[in-house]
């Protein structure tokens, strides 16, 4: 935890590496402190067929899922700062956009809890 998954249109990748794109979201998530370096995951999916306003040619969005126990203004810094890297990584996009949403713990599953060892039900247990 936390997840980010960047959805964009294909001709993207033709400003950016994904690696690049997916680096910038890392970092600053990294640099606000509000989460261990090892737990911050980013994946990135291009489209190839989608449909924007009208003269708009291009589009990315970040869904960032977290889990729930931060304050509303540290998920707001955390999407706007996502914003303003991905801004001065791609001056030229058309539509740019950031959520943040949480898990909630009492439903949240992984591994690592329902592993029988792990008696005290540390969702990173054996990571």
Avoid: W
Avoid at 20 to 26: G, L, N, Q, R, S
Avoid at 48 to 63: A, D, E, M
Wanted: glycine share 4%.
């Amino acid at each position: 935890m936390p997840h980010f998954i960047i959805d964009c249109s294909q001709d993207i990748l033709q400003q950016k590496t994904p690696d690049e794109i997916m680096d910038a979201v890392y970092e600053t998530a990294d640099s606000t402190g509000l989460f261990a370096p090892n737990d911050i995951k980013v994946r990135l999916q291009p489209y190839s067929h989608y449909r924007l306003g009208n003269n708009k040619k291009n589009f990315l969005h970040v869904f960032g899922y977290i889990m729930e126990g931060r304050s509303t203004e540290q998920k707001a810094g955390l999407s706007r700062q996502i914003s303003i890297k991905l801004t001065e990584l791609l001056p030229d996009i058309s539509f740019l956009s950031v959520n943040i949403s949480e898990f909630e713990a009492a439903t949240y599953s992984n591994k690592a809890l329902i592993n029988p060892e792990n008696i005290y039900k540390d969702r990173h247990f054996g990571l």
